[in-house]
């Protein structure tokens, strides 16, 4: 008995180290934003991300604000100026007036598993400090955006049963080795939390944010649904499902390349699409104006065309 209560504590201790270790980590480089609007204010979190004092938040936290005041543990206070926002992504980029926080290291999360320890920093107005920990019990997750008439869902959201208090919007979802793998972005039920995730399609809406103050989007022009495809072709390509064009819009530049109703989209750039959000990924910045390639099934044939996206206006 002595010995199972022994292994117990051993796993508690090690438990705790790890959150411990976390929070000392993370905990300096988040802060508390107070947010100013022509409707008010409000308040959130978010995390210090290079030395030079960028600062990465929710765009929900900051949407219709130019600045606020961002306050850290350690009792810095300065002002920032809103660099950037992107809402169908729910990121944005905030650049403060004076330095001093040490930058959180960016993770991936691509390479988070179900199960998988999990911490949730934040610096909400009134709760200096605020350290939560859980698993992540949900991958894969997609909830919606808006931006004007414009509405998507963002793509691989991280659930996790770490609590979010209130303002924890725009703090830290940090791995065990402190590395920042989400930017809590909202409370999805009793005991369940949704993050942005840090990877590569976020780190370059990131990058645009920073160097150009907003995220340009290219398009094609297409709108498709999931389709299964024949068992043979599925093994074939190693993939189960296709977009299968339901609208081409007149003169876009899938119109132009030679897409149409009826064909069903299986890659494009050499990635597998198997649904809209696949194709959606492939529309940031660097996409427009650039040769897509796309191969789609036609009539039981595969038919390569050249697409090259426009901007999204």
Do not use: C
């Not at 409370?187 to 340009?216: C, D, F, H, K």
């Amino acid at each position: 008995m002595s010995t199972e209560r022994e292994v117990e504590r051993a796993a508690l201790d090690a438990y705790s180290q790890v959150v411990t270790g976390v929070a000392e980590r993370v905990l300096p480089s988040v802060a508390a934003l107070a947010v100013r609007t022509a409707r008010g204010g409000g308040a959130g979190s978010a995390v210090t991300f290079t030395d030079d004092g960028f600062l990465l938040t929710s765009a929900h936290v900051v949407a219709g604000a130019s600045g606020g005041t961002a306050t850290f543990g350690d009792g810095l206070e300065t002002r920032f100026d809103v660099v950037g926002a992107d809402p169908l992504s729910d990121l944005a980029v905030l650049r403060a007036h004076a330095t001093g926080a040490p930058p959180a290291e960016l993770g991936d999360a691509d390479g988070l598993r179900i199960g998988q320890l999990v911490v949730a920093v934040g610096n909400p107005m009134g709760l200096a400090g605020s350290v939560t920990a859980g698993v992540v019990s949900g991958l894969g997750r997609s909830i919606p955006a808006r931006d004007g008439r414009t509405t998507r869902l963002i793509d691989d959201v991280i659930q996790t049963d770490a609590a979010l208090n209130p303002g924890n919007s725009g703090g830290a979802l940090a791995d065990s080795a402190g590395r920042v793998v989400g930017v809590n972005t909202a409370v999805a039920g009793y005991g369940l939390g949704l993050a942005v995730p840090i990877n590569s399609t976020t780190r370059q809406i990131i990058g645009e944010l920073v160097s150009n103050r907003r995220v340009r989007r290219a398009w094609l022009g297409v709108a498709g649904v999931p389709m299964p495809l024949q068992p043979a072709l599925a093994e074939r390509l190693g993939q189960k499902m296709g977009l299968r064009v339901v609208e081409v819009v007149p003169g876009s530049p899938a119109g132009v390349a030679g897409i149409y109703l009826g064909d069903v989209i299986l890659s494009a750039g050499g990635r597998p699409v198997s649904n809209v959000q696949a194709l959606l990924k492939l529309m940031l910045g660097p996409a427009i104006g650039t040769r897509l390639p796309v191969t789609v099934l036609r009539k039981g044939a595969l038919v390569d065309v050249v697409t090259v996206p426009a901007e999204l206006r």
